[in-house]
């Protein structure tokens, strides 16, 4: 028997195995961030997959010298940094990734959980909470955090199929630290390839072994243009406590909410900010003004995020996750290769709450274009890269802003066009009539992301899925709880404003 006043065992690792190529995760993948972070990525399908063809190609893909990577175990080193263990090959006992199916024999309409997932409506519409439908989106006692992966010898990736008569709901799973949006995207091009039978198609892993960002900030040419704007370490203290009680204590929480925006009105919205910012332009100036819909969309949801402190003097920073495989295309990261890993740094804009509320939505979307254009090269990267270098070494992060501000955190997954995502090649037959929709088949009609997130706050988060197939954008938001019905007020009163049906008062 032993002491009852002895603390409870240390949880092992498993055992190394011999064969397993053991290597460290590379510098952008092992952050504190995406420790805390399990990404779930589900996708429904208005169509009749055969889910054997999926997980097939899904494990000949992984199969693959270089893509066996992404089936890696992930441990933990004496010294607290994270390491894969690289299987030689797969089994049964060692599968490249977790997979599970359920079917249902009834139509998704007639499913309790199935029927309710979202739908596009005719205007702005704050819908369900991602959680809702934990039935469709993972297996019984899937992960829910790191440390689930790191004391049992299983694969990162999940693939969790629910099959119904007449459609079929497609869940991806992962921790953070694997991968992120491009990353997902580069694998589910790999994905079709294979599915499709191009499997000479599939580009080469890159990275398998060496981090081929690892010399990223070692060589800045210019000074980061928001050096000036670093807090100091007594400011960033502030500014985390500051942050974590607002979330935690004063505001009682958090709430997700899933959000549907009409082709007709993000047009709108983005028709009114070119209009403004054209009316602001010289008529001798040869440049026409440009924003992007998802640089309107960026400063929108920031109005809608932060209607309830608009009498407030603070600053409002709009951070936009900034991917870096375009910018790193001709030296770090080549496109003749996939890079399925992380490599985003953060583009940050700045605006005060009076303006945010007082200026037309055109001059925010500008600030947030401008953010891009002035940090987005790729000398501002390195730079950049060179401060927050330099801060790691020393075990802290760079911050940028003021102690007092307001963050906001867009994620624009537009670029990576997940609706289009073809898996028409493992379709046994149509569900919806495809003369009567818009998404083709094959094609995903409804996309949800869901972050599990362990021990750390993420209100006024927003990860925009991208277009559908119908021109309508899809987002999830991540509010101080209560505040949503709040934005569904803003946006209806909007709605009718542009339609011409009713004066906003």
Request: aromatic share 8%; proline share 6%.
């Amino acid at each position: 028997m032993g002491n009852i006043l002895s603390s409870k065992p240390a949880i092992k690792s498993p055992l190394t195995i011999s064969s397993d190529t053991v290597i460290p995760l590379h510098r952008f993948d092992d952050t504190p961030i995406n420790r805390k972070v399990i990404v779930e990525f589900t996708m429904r399908f208005d169509d009749v997959l055969n889910p054997d063809k999926l997980r097939l190609s899904l494990e000949k893909l992984l199969s693959r010298r270089d893509w066996r990577k992404l089936g890696a175990r992930l441990r933990l080193t004496g010294d607290g940094k994270l390491e894969y263990h690289i299987p030689d090959s797969f089994s049964e006992k060692r599968p490249a990734f977790a997979y599970s199916h359920i079917e249902h024999n009834v139509e998704i309409a007639r499913h309790p959980t199935g029927c309710r997932l979202p739908r596009a409506a005719a205007k702005p519409a704050v819908l369900s909470d991602p959680e809702e439908f934990a039935p469709l989106l993972r297996r019984w006692g899937a992960p829910r955090r790191l440390s689930d992966y790191l004391y049992i010898d299983a694969p990162q990736l999940s693939l969790h199929i629910v099959s119904f008569t007449d459609a079929t709901i497609v869940s991806l799973s992962w921790p953070h630290t694997l991968l992120d949006a491009m990353g997902r995207k580069e694998l589910l091009d790999a994905w079709i390839a294979v599915l499709e039978g191009r499997d000479d198609d599939v580009k080469p892993l890159y990275g398998v072994l060496q981090d081929p960002l690892e010399s990223l900030g070692t060589d800045p040419q210019e000074p980061y243009v928001l050096a000036h704007r670093r807090l100091a370490p007594i400011q960033a203290l502030i500014f985390a406590i500051s942050y974590i009680w607002t979330t935690l204590f004063w505001s009682r929480g958090e709430d997700t909410r899933m959000v549907c925006v009409p082709a007709a009105h993000v047009q709108s919205l983005h028709k009114g900010a070119l209009d403004y910012l054209a009316s602001q332009t010289a008529e001798d100036e040869k440049v026409k003004p440009f924003v992007s819909e998802g640089d309107v969309l960026s400063g929108w949801v920031t109005r809608l995020a932060l209607r309830h402190l608009q009498h407030t003097e603070q600053t409002v920073s709009i951070m936009n996750a900034f991917g870096m495989r375009s910018v790193l295309a001709k030296d770090l990261l080549p496109q003749t290769h996939a890079y399925v890993g992380n490599a985003v740094a953060g583009v940050w804009a700045f605006v005060s709450m009076r303006d945010l509320f007082t200026r037309p939505l055109g001059y925010v979307a500008a600030a947030v274009r401008q953010s891009i254009a002035e940090q987005g090269t790729r000398a501002q990267v390195e730079a950049r890269a060179a401060l927050d270098l330099a801060a790691w070494k020393r075990g802290k992060s760079a911050m940028y802003g003021d102690p007092v501000m307001v963050p906001v955190m867009i994620s624009n997954w537009s670029k990576a066009k997940f609706f289009d995502t073809d898996f028409s090649a493992a379709v046994v037959r149509p569900g919806a009539d495809p003369e009567k929709r818009a998404n083709k088949i094959g094609r995903p009609s409804y996309i949800q992301p869901n972050g599990l997130i362990n021990g750390m706050p993420t209100r006024n988060s927003f990860p925009i899925v991208g277009k559908d197939a119908a021109g309508n954008y899809w987002l999830s938001g991540t509010l101080q709880r209560g505040l949503w019905k709040q934005v569904q007020e803003e946006m209806d009163a909007e709605y009718y404003y542009l339609s011409g049906q009713l004066v906003k008062a």
